[in-house]
């Protein structure tokens, strides 16, 4: 399960978190009702395909992805939703939609939302549709290190 192996990882880089579950949901919104966390304090992971290549946007839930702004910001020629069939089997263990935002765990690229890099916590899916973490966000941008763009 996905979701002991991102705690072990938590855990062995000595990261203080909470787990969350919660009646089953799918969509970001549905999920921060369903855990009883705002919109904007939860983040969801949005899968990318940049000039031909797989990556992870990591949003407030309550937010879409401008993918003109973000391909401009990195300086990418073409910016597009990934299709499912392209990252279903990246992921073993873990439900399609509700990947944790750890691309470095999958060899995938991380851009983060400014907007999230000023709370205090970040809160997001963990494998599954029943399960968040919450933990530090510096603690998430020391182990992920993703790069902050506008989008």
Known sequence: MLLARLTEFLDSHRVKYVT????????ALEVAESA???GRELAKTVMLNL??????????ASRKVVLER????????????A????????????????????????GLEVFVDPR????????????????????????FERLVQPRVVAM
């Open 36 to 38: 009883h966390i705002q």
């Open 83 to 106: 299709q499912e069939r392209e990252f279903e089997d990246r992921f073993p263990g873990c439900e399609v939609g509700a990947m944790p935002p750890f691309g470095n765990l999958y």
């Open 116 to 139: 999230l890099t000023d709370d205090l916590e970040i809160a997001f899916n963990a494998g599954s549709h029943t399960d968040l973490i919450r933990m530090g966000y510096r603690d």
């Open 20 to 27: 969350i579950k919660h009646s089953k949901a799918f969509t």
């Open 51 to 60: 000039d031909g290549r797989l990556a992870m946007a990591v949003v407030p």
């Open 70 to 81: 973000l391909a401009q910001g990195i300086g990418a020629r073409s910016a597009e939703l």
